[in-house]
């Protein structure tokens, strides 16, 4: 019986859609996550009558055929690049993107990453880090005399220091962004890396053409809403159930067949 292989189908998609739905409420405290979603697709269908297909010598045609389909497979696990709540900080280094953009990230074998996530410190040397300890792209150090530390909505890094009543401009940040950002490949620590998908970097500075201005320490939540991703859960839980159901009773059904006498 079909519905045996369909239904199993059935129970693999949703236990795919689960697994999606619960890394998202993993992540709804992560630092500029962005919320997954699955995306299905049903399978090739069987045409026991193909629709219009000749059906006597006169020429008459079959209006709708007779098509079973063979079950749903997930055809992609989509990122919404939506913006998330903000949150206020005292961190003067934490910075947060409202609007379009991504913070560049020099890793430590030499690629560029990008993130939404603008928790940076300060390493040994003064240079704005992650708190990997990635430096932030292009570097920028920060005198170790700096009374204060200022960085505007363009990304301009400005210090206040000793016996100077003018700030000084110790840096500029500039922004990334991509055709499709939803085809950025995520390896986790909050960083994204440049994909054929995602298409090629646009660099430029914040607040100007489409990158989105910066807030000083401020921080980009994650754009998981709990209730909807709680009721997702609910209705992946349900199709799951009715998804066993099916080869439940399909089972049933074949037991059936074969106590006949």
């Given at each position: 019986?079909?519905?045996?292989?369909?239904?199993?189908?059935?129970?693999?998609?949703?236990?795919?859609?689960v697994d999606v739905i619960s890394n998202n409420i993993a992540n709804m405290t992560t630092t500029g996550y962005k919320r997954q979603r699955a995306a299905f697709q049903d399978l090739i269908y069987q045409n026991i009558d193909r629709p219009g297909s000749t059906s006597s010598d006169s020429g008459t045609t079959v209006p709708t055929g007779l098509q079973l389909g063979l079950g749903v497979r997930a055809g992609a696990v989509y990122r919404e690049h939506a913006q998330g709540p903000?949150?206020?900080?005292?961190?003067?280094?934490?910075?947060?993107?409202?609007?379009?953009?991504?913070?560049?990230?020099?890793?430590?074998?030499?690629?560029?990453?990008?993130?939404?996530?603008?928790?940076?410190?300060?390493?040994?040397?003064?240079?704005?880090?992650?708190?990997?300890?990635?430096?932030?792209?292009?570097?920028?150090?920060?005198?170790?005399?700096?009374?204060?530390?200022?960085?505007?909505?363009?990304?301009?890094?400005?210090?206040?220091?000793?016996?100077?009543?003018?700030?000084?401009?110790?840096?500029?940040?500039?922004?990334?962004?991509?055709?499709?950002?939803?085809?950025?490949?995520?390896?986790?620590?909050?960083?994204?890396?440049?994909?054929?998908?995602?298409?090629?970097?646009?660099?430029?500075?914040?607040?100007?053409?489409?990158?989105?201005?910066?807030?000083?320490?401020?921080?980009?939540?994650?754009?998981?809403?709990?209730?909807?991703?709680?009721?997702?859960?609910?209705?992946?839980?349900?199709?799951?159930?009715?998804?066993?159901?099916?080869?439940?009773?399909?089972?049933?059904?074949?037991?059936?067949?074969?106590?006949?006498?």
């Open positions: 019986m079909r519905s045996l292989d369909i239904g199993a189908t059935g129970m693999l998609a949703q236990q795919l859609n903000l949150r206020i900080t005292e961190n003067p280094l934490d910075l947060a993107i409202t609007g379009e953009g991504f913070f560049q990230i020099q890793t430590p074998n030499g690629d560029i990453a990008y993130t939404r996530d603008g928790t940076f410190q300060l390493n040994e040397n003064g240079e704005l880090v992650t708190v990997q300890g990635f430096v932030v792209s292009p570097g920028i150090t920060i005198p170790a005399d700096a009374l204060s530390i200022d960085i505007n909505i363009n990304g301009e890094v400005l210090v206040s220091l000793p016996n100077q009543t003018a700030s000084s401009n110790v840096g500029q940040l500039q922004l990334a962004n991509f055709v499709n950002p939803a085809g950025l490949e995520a390896i986790g620590s909050n960083l994204f890396l440049q994909t054929d998908a995602s298409g090629t970097v646009t660099t430029g500075i914040a607040g100007q053409n489409e990158f989105g201005p910066l807030q000083q320490s401020a921080l980009e939540l994650s754009n998981v809403n709990v209730v909807a991703e709680i009721t997702e859960l609910i209705s992946a839980q349900r199709a799951y159930e009715m998804n066993s159901n099916i080869i439940s009773t399909s089972d049933e059904m074949l037991q059936t067949a074969t106590q006949l006498r």
